[in-house]
């Protein structure tokens, strides 16, 4: 599975997950040299293994408790990757927010495809 990172803010790095065919688009962190809670992770091969309801992401540097998970607001993931169908802002708390919808939807078809577990292969696209 390839997860294409496609364009990153300063708040957020947005991206699509490829089995074969593009099926869910992804919300993490931006790059902050790989920072525990702060950062996304580095681009590069990893294994995801189920984890309960979640997958973990085994093996990166410097890192870990990276999870696959469902949510919908950059400020829900301290370092993970949320998976859902589209992108949106969405106002929480007085404030927009960078986010993306049908997180459950999203995840579920990640859940269908991944099984037990799956090679990720994190690729950044210059835009």
Not at 37 to 53: E, L, M, T, V, W
Request: proline share 3%; hydrophobic share 35%; charged share 25%.
């Amino acid at each position: 599975m390839i997860l294409k990172r496609i364009w990153g803010s300063g708040t957020a790095t947005y991206g699509v997950l490829i089995d074969d065919v593009p099926f869910a688009v992804t919300l993490e962190l931006p790059w902050r040299n790989n920072q525990q809670d702060i950062s996304c992770i580095p681009a590069g091969n990893y294994y995801c293994r189920k984890f309960r309801q979640v997958f973990q992401v085994i093996n990166v540097p410097g890192r870990k408790d990276i999870l696959i998970h469902k949510g919908n607001l950059d400020i829900e993931t301290k370092g993970c990757i949320l998976v859902g169908e589209q992108y949106e802002k969405l106002f929480h708390k007085s404030k927009w927010w960078n986010g993306i919808l049908q997180s459950r939807k999203g995840f579920n078809e990640l859940l269908q495809r991944g099984g037990d577990g799956f090679r990720l292969d994190i690729k950044e696209e210059k835009c």
